[in-house]
């Protein structure tokens, strides 16, 4: 019996992390959807994949386009939350503290909000991969408004895979990935701080999207996973 061709959707999946598991996913037997809020940004992304996947441009902040999305796209197993967001960085002493309700709209409610929606058209023997990151496990200063932000995915993944259950959810932690999230700062500085982290990481190098993409499909294939806090550091928070 020929296996079922089963149909992946990556929220954020025109560049960095969620790019990069649409590449490692797609294959003769995964179907991949890509999503993003750039249309021109997704298109080059589509090309980048040889036009092998599905594309469709939205604001996964606006919960009307969610669900317009979800509502089209029918049934499908699995679903990669990589929406994304860069506020809350900062010494706390001098922290806006509405940078921390911000980077919950930017990256935790498009998450929330895309699973919930996805819930009617998505199977129940699949699975849901939120991305948080690795500041939400570190004691370094400057972090505590994004800690505040990605921890809020920590917490609520092992809940949420008891209460959806059987559907598989779980939760994938970035220590410092080379991806387009650091393109805020000037390459030179950029550099620096890739250096620093580097030194600091015992695997003696920061990550690639690549790296991240491989643990985000270990727990999409592996239909024993659920609940878990996957992080995927280089042994960075044990070294920062």
Request: proline fraction near 5%.
């Amino acid at each position: 019996m020929r296996e079922k061709i089963q149909h992946t959707v990556i929220i954020g999946g025109s560049s960095g992390i969620g790019l990069a598991t649409a590449r490692k996913l797609l294959g003769p037997g995964m179907k991949v959807t890509i999503t993003g809020r750039n249309p021109e940004k997704l298109k080059g992304a589509w090309h980048s994949l040889g036009g092998a996947v599905e594309k469709a441009a939205f604001d996964a902040a606006k919960s009307d386009e969610v669900r317009q999305f979800f509502d089209a796209i029918g049934p499908f197993d699995h679903l990669v939350l990589a929406a994304s967001g860069g506020k809350g960085l900062g010494p706390f002493e001098t922290l806006d503290l509405a940078d921390i309700g911000g980077g919950f709209d930017e990256k935790v409610r498009p998450q929330l909000s895309c699973l919930q929606a996805a819930l009617p058209t998505l199977s129940k023997s699949g699975s849901a991969t939120f991305i948080s990151a690795v500041s939400a496990q570190l004691s370094a200063p400057g972090v505590a408004g994004i800690a505040a932000i990605n921890g809020m995915l920590l917490t609520v993944v092992p809940i949420l895979a008891i209460e959806l259950k059987p559907l598989r959810v779980n939760v994938v932690v970035p220590g410092v990935i080379d991806t387009p999230w650091w393109d805020f700062l000037p390459d030179e500085q950029r550099q620096a701080i890739f250096a620093d982290y580097a030194g600091k990481t015992p695997v003696g190098r920061i990550g690639r999207a690549e790296d991240v993409a491989s643990a985000i499909a270990f727990l999409v294939s592996n239909g024993f996973m659920t609940g878990q806090v996957l992080t995927c550091d280089g042994g960075l928070r044990f070294a920062a």
